[in-house]
């Protein structure tokens, strides 16, 4: 190739160098234009609640179809998206705007780093954002796991997931859909150029339908044995020392709670398992934004949540109602606890408490209970 036209493909379209230089495994992806083999699901369903705070007013009241697209010899990244001939694949990504940070440079710099692995078949459902972050994985992923492993031609293909995902993905196939087989592949070191790719889409906008997620929860549960009765204790979500959102104050937050009966954990050192364990004997949860709070899917009906929050974070542009939808679509009370103050308006730093305040919330919860 002529050096002048290298550096303007360089300059113009970074997509394209990436493509040229993927070498002779890219050649001749296809896209299958065929019709979807889904849909999946025989009708839409409601949401089960009520958005909120959603900027998006179009959002669908009703979830639409999961389908299952086919494609020929996708290029298949870790991080959750394929390329084909066409250039970056956008099948794995969630929002649109996100493609920005998925250019061809970033194409390119994965492919130079990592050999191409061939193999005849797989299934892609996790995103750039599900494949490292619990909320996503447990609202976004699981939900269409549960929906593909009732398929009859499931057993047949294998679920591609890398050895760098979090422990929870695997416990949590694991302990809804036992009989699904998993592929894994290092992420860092190999692309996966997939014969058969099947891609399980994500029609909702927001979280799955309660009647979806009641499914996938049940289907956990069908999995996992039971040894104890519930103690239905109170359960609040630590976060440790010196990471985002940690109190300054615990101990004055642990004297003003003194009289009610509350269990403090770090979900981080328990098991998937573990985690489902501890929240279905729970009366309710308690804990700052964060993925420690989707925990609450597996509270019984009935119970209560508390979400200890910033006022910044439900104004515009941050709008962050996802652990209040996610309550509602559960059929759980929920409170939004909103006395806790940081230096700047930003969730990365620790945070200060105030106790009473917290604790004059938790009790009328628990009165009501």
């Not at 970056?88 to 990504?93: A, D, Q, V």
């Not at 890398?162 to 036992?178: H, Q, R, T």
């Not at 939004?336 to 919330?361: I, Q, R, Y």
Request: net charge positive; glycine share 6%; charged share 20%.
């Amino acid at each position: 190739m002529h050096p002048r036209l290298f550096f303007w493909m360089l300059i113009l379209k970074p997509k394209w160098l990436a493509w040229w230089l993927a070498g002779k495994e890219s050649e001749g992806l296809t896209y299958d234009n065929s019709p979807p083999e889904g849909p999946i699901l025989a009708e839409a369903e409601t949401l089960g609640y009520k958005p909120f705070g959603i900027s998006d007013k179009n959002l669908p009241s009703k979830t639409r179809n999961v389908q299952a697209h086919k494609y020929h010899a996708a290029l298949v990244f870790s991080e959750g998206f394929w390329i084909s001939r066409k250039g970056l694949g956008r099948i794995g990504l969630k929002h649109p705007s996100e493609t920005k940070t998925l250019n061809g440079f970033y194409v390119l710099e994965a492919r130079l780093k990592r050999k191409v692995r061939r193999i005849h078949s797989g299934v892609l459902l996790y995103n750039r954002w599900s494949r490292n972050n619990y909320y996503h994985w447990m609202t976004e992923t699981l939900p269409r796991i549960r929906v593909w492993s009732v398929r009859p031609e499931a057993a047949n293909y294998p679920l591609l997931i890398p050895s760098s995902f979090p422990d929870f993905c695997l416990e949590s196939i694991k302990a809804m859909a036992p009989h699904l087989p998993v592929f894994t592949f290092s992420g860092e070191l190999e692309l996966l150029l997939v014969q058969r790719l099947f891609f399980i889409s994500e029609p909702w906008a927001d979280i799955p339908s309660k009647n979806l997620l009641r499914k996938t929860i049940a289907g956990l549960y069908s999995n996992v044995e039971f040894n104890s009765k519930p103690d239905f204790k109170l359960v609040f979500a630590l976060r440790k020392v010196g990471l985002s959102r940690s109190i300054l104050n615990i101990s004055e937050v642990r004297d003003a709670l003194s009289a009610i009966p509350v269990y403090y954990v770090d979900f981080d050192s328990l098991s998937f398992r573990e985690q489902l364990l501890l929240i279905r004997g729970a009366r309710g949860l308690v804990g700052f934004h964060g993925a420690n709070l989707t925990n609450l899917m597996f509270l019984p009906e009935g119970g209560h949540v508390v979400e200890i929050s910033f006022p910044f974070l439900q104004a515009s542009p941050w709008n962050r109602f996802c652990y209040q939808h996610l309550a509602q679509a559960c059929g759980l009370d929920y409170t939004l606890f909103l006395n806790a103050n940081t230096t700047e308006e930003s969730m990365d730093g620790p945070v200060w408490l105030d106790g009473p305040k917290l604790a004059s919330v938790l009790a009328s919860r628990l009165q009501n209970a």
